[in-house]
Nanobody, 115 residues
Framework: VQLVESGGGLVQPGGSLRLSCAAS????????MSWYRQGPGKERELVAT????????HYADSVKGRFTISRDNAKNTVYLQMNSLKPEDTAVYYCRASNLPNVYWGQGTQVTVSS
């Protein structure tokens, strides 16, 4: 099983990034996919998630209206489009795959928002 995030980097405030998470080793379409993040000195927190396999989504209040989660089951990939980025969005971003009792995590990708 592998979850490999990519797309992180350094961006100025107000900028955009698109994170990708490529999955392998499990039946991607059967899993609920989520994005989490962990900022410096902070606990890991939920950013965005599919609520079920039907496509409903949920976002943290801090990113609503700025971030969008999407998935492409044909490519076994989940995305996080991040717009209007703020310095407080700086964190390591992780993707998570869940189909209880199985839960898998990626290794994370760093996003730094700074001028």
């Amino acid at each position: 099983v592998q979850l490999v995030e990519s797309g992180g980097g350094l961006v100025q405030p107000g900028g955009s990034l698109r994170l990708s998470c490529a999955a392998s080793g499990f039946t991607f379409s059967r899993y609920v996919m989520s994005w989490y993040r962990q900022g410096p000195g902070k606990e890991r927190e939920l950013v965005a998630t599919f609520i079920n396999r039907g496509g409903s989504t949920h976002y943290a209040d801090s990113v609503k209206g700025r971030f969008t989660i999407s998935r492409d089951n044909a490519k076994n990939t989940v995305y996080l489009q991040m717009n209007s980025l703020k310095p407080e969005d700086t964190a390591v971003y992780y993707c998570r795959a869940s189909n209880l009792p199985n839960v898998y995590w990626g290794q994370g990708t760093q996003v730094t928002v700074s001028s």
